[in-house]
């Protein structure tokens, strides 16, 4: 059976952990040949490793997406590698500190917003023109369901991914006739890395999450790549502009 992204080249940013490494695992077993960024390089090294032994093609790009020139070369290096980029997940990031919002110091929620917010931009920025040269392409930028109502604690993330659904909006109105789809996804709460460090900073948090959730437990990271992988096939062909929820249900309460 033909895989849902056979003979295209997708670019994971913090591919590395958690969502990123689920997705780049998925598209490989998809048929797609996966640039795998992130700015640990034994994560992203271990993901290729990985892909590789299941048989998929994949190579590592050592970038921080809060730093315009490491993102410039990560796109270079994944078309020097493949030759384009048909699907983009512009995905790491950092959850910050948890307090609240007049207790953030300016460092905090400057560094929040910097890889949160203005990394997605700085990865769409470099990539839709090589995605122009080639004829169109699908990105699909991480989000949250702190990307649609707001959460206490975590001001600076809340703010950066209601930017990144604005960004996915915004993106998708001007490249849809050039054919390039650009959509996001707001998890719920899903088993990662991130969400264990979370816990770890506030157990309180812990306690309420799995009841907040209507279906009564986490998300796994291969449910969002489920998702992800659909919005970068051509399955997905007239969806542009949406902020997918992948969320048992949190934010329909
Ligand atoms: P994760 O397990 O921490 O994976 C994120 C990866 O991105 C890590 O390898 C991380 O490295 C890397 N990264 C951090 N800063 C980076 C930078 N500046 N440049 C490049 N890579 C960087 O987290 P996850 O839970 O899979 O989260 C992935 C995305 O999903 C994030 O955007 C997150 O906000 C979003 N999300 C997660 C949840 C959830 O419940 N898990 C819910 C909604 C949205 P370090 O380990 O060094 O930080």
């Known amino acids: 059976m033909a895989g849902q992204l056979d003979g295209k080249v997708a670019l994971v ?56 020139a490491e993102v410039e070369a990560m796109v270079q290096q994944a078309v020097a590698s493949y030759g384009r980029v048909d699907c983009a997940f512009n995905n790491a990031g950092i959850e910050g500190p948890v307090c609240s919002t007049a207790e953030y110091t300016e460092e905090d929620f400057d560094r929040v917003v910097a890889i949160d917010l203005t990394g997605v931009w700085l990865c769409m920025k470099y990539e839709i023109p090589v995605m122009l040269e080639h004829g169109g392409g699908a990105i699909v930028n991480t989000a949250s369901v702190a990307g649609l109502v707001g959460f206490q604690g975590i001001s600076a993330y809340a703010a950066s991914k ?92």
């Open 13 to 68: 940013t913090g591919g590395g952990s958690g969502i990123g490494r689920a997705t780049c695992l998925a598209m490989a077993r998809e048929g797609a040949k996966v640039a795998v960024a992130d700015v640990v390089v034994e994560g992203g090294q271990e993901t290729v490793r990985l892909i590789q032994d299941a048989g998929g093609e994949a190579t590592f790009i050592k970038a921080d997406v809060s730093n315009a």
């Open 162 to 253: 209601h930017g990144v659904n604005g960004l996915t909006k915004t993106a998708a109105l001007e490249y849809a006739k050039a054919g390039i789809r650009v959509n996001s996804v707001c998890p719920g709460v899903i088993e990662t890395p991130m969400v264990k460090r979370a816990f770890e900073k506030s157990p309180a948090m812990e306690e309420g999450v799995a009841t907040m959730e209507p279906v009564g437990r986490l998300g796994q990271p291969e449910e969002i790549a489920q998702a992800v992988v659909w919005l970068c096939s051509d399955a997905a062909s007239f969806v542009t502009g949406h902020p997918m929820t992948v969320d048992g249900g949190l934010v329909s309460q």
